[in-house]
């Protein structure tokens, strides 16, 4: 039963255009969500989050939207660069749950 | 800035012998946690401590795997009795628990490959 699902594998977009990557989760208990950037060989690093109180959280050029009703996240990359080409992950976790659960990744590729 | 650090990075080995993993979190982060991540897929959760106390451990985690953090520092990963289905990449992440939600900061793993 996999709780957190990004059900793109991949998404190819035009440099200086928006990636919007998708992410559902179907545990209620969740109230804490966040987005992970991966390159090959090194470990996820954290890009940004957005708690369950909040519909909308922007960092620069990175905006989480969340839809609780709906169980859906969605991460928007505004102008798209080719550095933003990566695997992104998306997480969720609840209040004093310590351990976050991860979707399979979408692979971003932003082509010059 | 130091980040979290995992050694050794790859590993190498053959099917039933032991192997142990060790990471060094950030500095002042009192969570750290362990994760397990195949190809394809995202990181899966095994264990995590809060300073040197083992509060959860997942099912993925059988009796052949045991993780230790003692002095609430630095933290092991030991594998018994590999197995192919064990090769993997083991992530490390560690973040402080301050009762707020905290995001967490990963290592670069270290990649183990059963022979």
């Known amino acids: 039963d996999q709780q957190v699902k990004q059900n793109s594998p991949s998404l190819s977009v035009q440099e200086g255009r928006i990636s919007i990557l998708n992410c559902d989760y179907t545990?209620?208990?969740?109230?804490?969500f966040l987005w992970y950037k991966k390159y090959p060989a090194e470990g996820p690093t954290f890009l940004i989050s957005i708690s369950s109180i909040k519909d909308k959280n922007e960092d620069g050029r990175f905006t989480v939207f969340l839809n609780k009703s709906a169980k859906h996240l969605s991460l928007h990359i505004v102008p798209s660069q080719p550095g933003d080409s990566a695997v992104y992950f998306c997480a969720a976790s609840w209040t004093n749950a310590g351990k976050s659960t991860f979707g399979d990744g979408t692979t971003l590729t932003v082509k010059p | 800035d130091t980040g979290v650090s995992q050694n050794p990075r790859h590993k190498i080995t053959k099917r039933g012998q032991n192997v142990t993993f060790r990471c060094d979190p950030i500095s002042e982060h009192n969570r750290l946690y362990w994760y397990r991540q195949t190809l394809g897929q995202g990181p899966e959760f095994l264990t995590y401590f809060q300073n040197e106390a083992q509060l959860e451990k997942s099912r993925l985690l059988s009796d052949r795997f045991s993780a230790e953090r003692p002095k609430g520092s630095f933290s092991t990963l030991e594998i018994q009795r590999t197995e192919q289905g064990d090769s993997a990449m083991y992530l490390c992440?560690?973040?402080?628990?301050?009762?707020?939600?905290?995001?967490?900061?990963f290592g670069d793993g270290t990649r183990l490959s059963i022979l």
């Open positions: 992440a560690s973040s402080l628990g301050s009762g707020q939600n905290q995001p967490q900061h």
């Open positions: 545990n209620s208990m969740f109230d804490y």
